[in-house]
């Protein structure tokens, strides 16, 4: 019997008369990669919220079986604050201390290639090194299910690459992964494709 750690059911989101989700189900199981595809404006990150328990639904349930850890499609980063700063913060909302938030979150940086001896505030980084530091802090939890919204903007061909292949680690975990991609070319590396159809209403609302 397959054991699904997300089950999303009948979820629907309007924002004043337009209509972003309609109906929309999906189920993730452990250890399935999933691809999260459509046009602009189809509700993918919408839904990516939904499932993060960011953005409330009209209607329908979304079902859990384990932590979720979430890397938004624009990281959620304070400017003024460095790396060290943001792991011992968002380990401590989660119950970890400041050693064991270093520990973790200094070896996810380490993979992604994170310029480790820097103190640079956010501010001052790149947007691909913004990137690391926004999946890194996803990751910190150890999470049973991965929301990834385009993970790899600004990543060098090395280190988008290396997501993937992480992604086949996360797989042999046990982690259900969503992954919101526009990349056709890398759908060999997921276990199936689940697309949005555009709705008439969302024409005017690219950015959703």
């Known amino acids: 019997m397959t054991m699904h750690q997300l089950v999303v059911s ?4 309007r924002f004043g008369r337009t209509t972003i989700l309609e109906d929309v189900d999906l189920a993730v199981a452990r250890g399935e990669v999933v691809a999260l595809t ?8 919408t839904l990516m919220g939904i ?4 953005i409330r639904a009209d209607s329908g349930t979304v079902q ?8 938004p499609q624009t990281p959620g980063l304070f400017d003024l604050l460095t790396a060290e700063d943001h792991l011992v913060m968002f380990g401590r909302g ?8 270093l520990r973790r979150g200094y070896a996810a940086l380490e993979e992604f290639g994170y310029p480790m001896h820097e103190r640079t505030v956010v501010a001052d980084l790149s947007g691909g090194t913004r990137q690391k530091l926004n999946l890194a802090l996803a990751l910190l939890t150890d ?3 991965l929301l ?3 993970p790899y903007q600004g990543f060098d ?11 086949e680690t996360w797989r042999r975990a046990g982690k259900s992964v969503v992954v919101v991609t526009h990349m056709l070319a890398e759908l060999d590396r997921v276990d199936r494709v689940v697309e949005l159809p555009a709705h008439p209403s969302r024409a005017h609302h690219p950015g959703r």
């Open 38 to 45: 459509g046009e602009n404006g189809a509700g993918k990150s």
């Open 94 to 101: 989660s119950g970890l201390g400041r050693a064991e938030s």
């Open 148 to 150: 990834l919204d385009e």
């Open 64 to 71: 859990l079986g384990g932590a979720i850890g979430y890397c």
């Open 51 to 54: 499932c993060a328990g960011l």
């Open 10 to 13: 009948g979820v629907c989101k």
């Open 143 to 145: 999470p049973s299910v």
């Open 157 to 167: 061909r090395g280190t988008y690459v290396n997501f993937w292949d992480h992604c």
